[in-house]
Structure formats: structure tokens, C-alpha cells
């Protein structure tokens, strides 16, 4: 499906030092990676890809179709490496996916009938709460 090589040689990477709490250690070393991917001069996906994943990733690209994520969750910069691309892989594949067309279904005129019939069981049991008419 997706030549996963190829768009690997597309992806740039960057090491950044990570955010929050860790004293010295924080301070020291980049372990947060940041990748980003541009989405407009991909040689891997043909233009109806393109313009699926631009459609499904509007959200997440810069107004450079550029796709950033970034990934601290580890100490190690070389996890979050990995981490970052099999999130990133993972993203690209499910916006790739073709919903199905769904076919409305027919309800059948059993279900129908023992529809009315229970609307009608619950309106005579209504209409016979009510005291006799006398003329």
C-alpha cells in the first residue's frame, strides 16, 4: 500500500531540548524529536492521496501543508525517534483508508406491523381508562 522506505528518505527530523520537570538532566540533553513532513513535494503519494490526506489532516498542517509532531514521552532521544514514526505511519494510513458507502437497509413490513400493532394495544388500554360515556 504505502512504500513506508520511501516516505521515511521525506521525513526530517529535529532534536529539541524537552519541556517540563527533570532538573540537570532536561537542561543537558534534546531528547524531544520533532519530525516534520511536507505533504505538498511528496514523491510517494499520488494527488488523489494528497488531497485525501489534506482533507482528513487539515487540522494538523502548518499553511505550508507541512505535517509537524513531536514526541517527548521518553528520556532517550532515539524512543522517541521510534515512537514519533509509528505515530506518524499510523496517522498517514488511517486517513488513507475509504470509508465504505453505506446501504440504507429497508424496514421490514413485519416490524412495521408490530409497530402499529403495540401504538394501537397502548391506545385502547388508554381509552379504556377513561369512565363510559352515559347518554
Known amino acids: 500500500m504505502i512504500d513506508e522506505e520511501a516516505l521515511l528518505q521525506e521525513l526530517s527530523f529535529r532534536a529539541i531540548r524537552s519541556s517540563g520537570s527533570g532538573g540537570q538532566h532536561v537542561n543537558k540533553v534534546s531528547s524531544k524529536i520533532e519530525l516534520t513532513f511536507n505533504l505538498s513535494e511528496s514523491i510517494v503519494f499520488d494527488d488523489e492521496q494528497k488531497n485525501r490526506l489534506e482533507n482528513k489532516l487539515q487540522h494538523r498542517l502548518t499553511k505550508g501543508n507541512l505535517l509537524i ?15 514519533v514514526i509509528k505515530r506518524f505511519l499510523e496517522l498517514i494510513s488511517t486517513s488513507l483508508v475509504i470509508p465504505k458507502k453505506r446501504i440504507p437497509t429497508k424496514i421490514p413490513k413485519s416490524v412495521i406491523r408490530k409497530r402499529l400493532k403495540n401504538k394501537r394495544q397502548v391506545s385502547d388500554k388508554k381509552a379504556n381508562r377513561k369512565k363510559p360515556d352515559v347518554d
Open 69 to 83: 509532531l513531536q514526541c517527548d514521552e521518553s528520556r532517550s532521544q532515539h524512543k522517541n525517534k521510534t515512537l
